[in-house]
């Protein structure tokens, strides 16, 4: 593996200085699929058959509705319907209702994953678990987890990025830890392993002093003293957690 175009906009990630550099390549990917999908691709044959069958997942039609282009959305959206339509029409057709057991009444489910499900349920459940844009994002997210693999070992400015950087969300963190086990060479894991810790537990001991602070900033005695780095300590300590930009404003059509 050479550097390959993953590689610059990785090297960027890691400068934005950002709580996690994979939450920005995420949101990238995700803005990226968002303005192609939506800035000329829809009309694009293969394009259309493909998200005409997944479709998209609720947070993505959300996103997808704010990112503008009414027509475009339109388009995608009634082949999407007509694809819909028919799958149903041969689920339906196919369908016949089972007898139910005298122990699945007595056994009520308490909550809904625990339902067995039958053909049409299951279809469903499939519907709403396809997106065409977390597919991207995947597809692609798992290449610059690659690359930072690679570039960890064969880059010393890129190793010094990573010891420098501010750790990861606790997600993405996960998922390194995954992946590490395949993709470090078992001599350097100590090295990895306790640089990759020591930036999740400083890190994290930090957002939790940020939002300590900004607690204490609530009494009349703090009024009047410096935010130091407290101010957006909620939007930094909750994509900490699970990955997500709250404050960003809706990522709208240039
Ligand atoms: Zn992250
Ligand atoms: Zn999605």
Not at 42 to 49: S, T
Not at 233 to 243: N, S, T, Y
Request: include cysteine; proline fraction near 4%.
């Amino acid at each position: 593996m050479k550097d390959t175009i993953y590689t610059i906009p990785l090297t960027d990630a890691f400068h934005a200085e950002d709580e996690c550099p994979f939450c920005y390549i995420k949101r990238k990917l995700e803005q990226d699929a968002i303005s192609f999908i939506l800035g000329c691709a829809y009309m694009e044959d293969d394009i259309r058959a493909t998200t005409d069958q997944m479709g998209f997942c609720s947070e993505h039609y959300k996103k997808m509705y704010d990112y503008g282009n009414r027509l475009g959305m339109a388009l995608m959206l009634h082949t999407h319907y007509v694809a819909l339509q028919k799958e149903l029409t041969k689920k339906i057709e196919a369908f016949s209702p089972t007898k139910t057991s005298m122990f699945a009444k007595f056994k009520k489910a308490k909550t809904m994953d625990e339902l067995a499900g039958n053909p049409i349920s299951e279809w469903v459940n499939e519907q709403n678990h396809t997106c065409y844009v977390c597919d991207y994002i995947d597809k692609n997210f798992i290449r610059y987890m690659n690359t930072f693999f690679y570039l960890m070992e064969t880059s010393p400015d890129f190793m010094a990025l990573f010891k420098d950087c501010k750790g990861f969300c606790v997600t993405h963190f996960g998922d390194l830890m995954a992946l590490s086990d395949t993709l470090v060479a078992d001599k350097a894991k100590p090295e990895f392993y306790s640089i990759l810790f020591d930036k999740m537990q400083t890190n994290l001991k930090r957002i939790e002093e940020d939002l300590s602070w900004f607690i204490d900033k609530y009494d009349y005695r703090n009024k009047d003293a410096d935010w130091k780095n407290s101010k957006d300590a909620i939007p930094r300590g909750i994509q900490k957690l699970v990955g997500i930009y709250v404050q960003d404003p809706p990522f709208k059509e240039k």
